[in-house]
């Protein structure tokens, strides 16, 4: 079964660095979406992403984040300028129709210090 | 806006036992809902959904309807096993193209023991 995969898994880095998180979609999809979760708290909606321009974004997603699609397959979230307040649990998600079931990827954890 | 509220927890059930979490959205129109489920180390999978009034998602013994007059979509299973033992998450969406994001609720943690 196709599935959603994310790389790395886990991701450590020191505040002010810039991180690429990186996500493969389910081939056939075409919205393309980043939640995060920080520890022990509600996962929570970023960004989502069709046709090649953002379609929606939450005031989390402000201009230290960036979204890409830069060869028909990855789907990237950058954070320039990392902020300890960064430090979560990302998943990408895709789907074919956004009136279908969205699938989720395992996850990035990234550590800032 | 649209929001999420499941009941707090986390929950802890002997094997066997009757489970039921709450969930009430709050959204203006129709949403779909869902429950995601969340397993130890791992990410965020789709468990069940409904997408109009009165319907009833169902899955791996979990069941939940999705009742408007009452805003509510809990989940249930009759006899809970210790491999149910996971992070359960209540979500809802508009699905229209340009607001299509999943919201979800703060997640309960069940935990089943033998």
């Known amino acids: 079964e196709p599935e959603v995969t994310q790389t790395p898994s886990h991701q450590v880095t020191q505040m002010g660095q810039e991180v690429i998180l990186r996500c493969v979609p389910i081939?056939?999809?075409?919205?393309f979406y980043w939640y995060r979760q920080i520890l022990g708290q509600k996962v929570e909606f970023l960004v989502s992403?069709?046709?090649?321009?953002?379609?929606?974004k939450s005031e989390i997603f402000d201009d230290q984040f960036s979204v890409e699609r830069p060869d028909g397959s990855n789907f990237t979230l950058k954070i320039r300028s990392t902020k300890l307040e960064d430090s979560a649990m990302y998943f990408c998600?895709?789907?074919?129709?956004?009136?279908?079931?969205?699938?989720f990827g395992p996850g990035t954890r990234l550590l800032v210090l | 806006g649209n929001s999420v509220t499941q009941m707090e927890g986390p929950v802890t059930l002997s094997e066997e036992a009757f489970l039921t979490i709450n969930c009430t959205y709050t959204?203006?129109?129709?949403?779909?809902l869902f429950w995601y489920v969340q397993y130890p180390g791992e990410g965020l999978q789709l468990l069940l959904k409904?997408?109009?009034?009165?319907d009833k998602g169902s899955n791996k013994g979990f069941e939940a309807t999705y009742r408007k007059e009452t805003t509510s979509f809990h989940l249930e299973k009759g006899s809970v096993q210790v491999s149910d033992s996971a992070v359960y998450f209540c979500?809802?969406?508009?699905?229209?193209?340009?607001?299509?994001?999943?919201?979800f609720g703060k997640g309960i943690t069940l935990s089943v023991r033998p």
């Open positions: 998600a895709s789907t074919r129709d956004y009136l279908e079931t969205q699938y």
């Open positions: 081939s056939n999809h075409l919205y």
């Open positions: 992403f069709y046709n090649n321009e953002i379609s929606e």
């Open positions: 959204a203006t129109g129709y949403p779909s």
């Open positions: 409904a997408t109009k009034a009165d």
């Open positions: 979500a809802l969406t508009m699905g229209s193209g340009a607001n299509s994001k999943l919201t």
